[in-house]
């Protein structure tokens, strides 16, 4: 069963705050689950990072009866004050709110470690003083209708285990992050599971493998191998090309993330692969012939610093809840390079003058000390 229809723990109707929903993952949960149209009201919380866009929540503006079940505060998760006032109305938070790059963690971790440990923490905070009024009998919608306490769900990471050489992580292994990015998910994790123990709170995470789709921004691999090919530009390959990694539609990605917040029992921690195991050579050769283009734009650079060499999870658990993946990896990889292909607009108001700066800094050395890549086999 792949049902991500509104039952179980939230009901429909119900109100959600979504934090990070501009970006790539929550902004496509958004438009899914209001799409279903079957009264869900969302609040998006979003800071507008160089990630986060408005744009991608066009489609749902565009729509008069979606937009009338959507409301966009632009805030930060490590602000009390606004974390507060929208937590109180909420019958579900999901947290996709993060700085989600591994190559900028490694240029500077500290936007990071703000959001990914401060800014749960305050949202975690929220969730507990909303249930210590909800267990008093006295959470009350605007309308004076009686509230249970807020559902929490924290949007975490295959890296937060680590580089696996070899099997599947459980959601019971260590945690063994290796890059900032995974040491500051893994730190949210932590803090999930503390106030858990601690306040008996009704928290959930996922552990989603990499996400690729419509609406990525251009600085994940799939999005940055399509455009620059695109663009007849030259495509960085790090190291041997050899790291693997397990791709998940964002379509399955958001669907999975709904169906845990909907069944997953209060606590539970669960793994999302996308059962769709590549290397990297071979996911960059699957983009260039999608678009007819050469390898001979693919260069080998140095590699990044400490860089994982594999992920893999075991999805045993969230299959026993109820739920798997239904886009076909070939399908869902062809069907994203046409949408860039397709949305060329999109993607070159993101590359703006910030962009600019990021790829000098991160690719400028890298592509003057590069050599032609090593081909898939
Ligand atoms: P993204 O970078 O596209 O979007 C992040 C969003 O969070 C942006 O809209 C940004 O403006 C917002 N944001 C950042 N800091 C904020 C703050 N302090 N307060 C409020 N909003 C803030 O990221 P994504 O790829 O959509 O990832 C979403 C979540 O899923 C992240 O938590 C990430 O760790 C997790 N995840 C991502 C992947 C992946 O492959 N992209 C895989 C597994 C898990
Ligand atoms: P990325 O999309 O950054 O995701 P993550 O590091 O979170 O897995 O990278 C996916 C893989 O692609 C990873 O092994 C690093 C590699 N990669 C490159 O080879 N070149 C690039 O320019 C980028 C951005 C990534």
Same mark, same amino acid.
């Given at each position: 069963m792949s049902d991500s229809s509104a039952s179980g723990r939230v009901p429909a109707g119900a109100r959600l705050l979504v934090c990070g929903g501009a970006g790539f993952i929550g902004s496509c949960y958004v438009r899914d689950v209001l799409a279903r149209r079957d009264g869900t009201r969302i609040t998006v919380l979003d800071k #507008?990072? =160089?990630? !986060?866009?408005r744009a991608n929540l066009a489609p749902v503006e565009a729509d008069p009866e979606q937009a009338a079940r959507l409301a966009f505060v632009h805030g +930060?998760?490590? +602000?009390?004050d606004v974390v507060d006032m929208l937590v109180a109305e909420a019958d579900a938070v999901v947290d996709f709110a993060a700085e989600s790059h591994v190559d900028r963690s490694i240029l500077d971790a500290s936007a990071f470690l703000v959001t990914g440990v401060i800014g749960v923490r305050v949202l975690l905070e929220a969730v507990r003083r909303q249930t210590e009024i909800a267990r008093a009998g006295e959470r009350r919608a605007p309308d004076g209708t009686p509230m249970g306490a807020p559902r929490f769900l924290q949007v975490s990471t295959d890296?937060? =285990? !680590?580089?696996?050489?070899e099997g599947t992580s459980r959601e019971g292994d260590v945690l063994a992050p290796r890059s900032p990015y995974a040491a500051a998910k893994a730190a949210g994790d932590l803090l999930v599971g503390a106030y858990r123990a601690t306040? +008996? #709170? +009704?928290v959930l995470v996922t552990r989603g493998a990499n996400t690729y789709g419509p609406y990525q921004h251009p600085e994940k691999l799939i999005a940055l191998v399509t455009t620059n090919a695109i663009d007849d530009a030259e495509i960085p390959l790090y190291g041997d090309g050899l790291q693997r990694r397990d791709w998940l539609h964002v379509a399955d990605h958001a669907a999975a993330i709904d169906f845990v917040l909907r069944h997953g029992e209060p606590g539970g921690v669960y793994n999302v692969p996308g059962g769709n195991e590549r290397a990297n050579r071979d996911v960059v050769a699957a983009v260039l012939a999608r678009l007819g283009k050469p390898w001979a734009l693919v260069r080998g650079v140095p590699d990044r610093p400490g860089h994982d060499r594999r992920y893999a999870m075991d999805g045993g658990r969230l299959a026993d809840l109820g739920w798997r993946p239904t886009v076909d990896p070939s399908a869902g990889l062809d069907a994203t390079v046409d949408w860039y292909r397709a949305n060329q607009g999109w993607w070159r108001a993101v590359r703006d003058a910030s962009w600019a700066d990021y790829y000098a800094r991160q690719y400028a050395d890298r592509l003057a000390a590069s050599r032609p890549a090593e081909g898939p086999g």
């Open positions: #507008l990072t =160089y990630a !986060g866009n +930060d998760i490590a +602000d009390p890296e937060v =285990y !680590g580089s696996v050489e306040h +008996d #709170l +009704d």
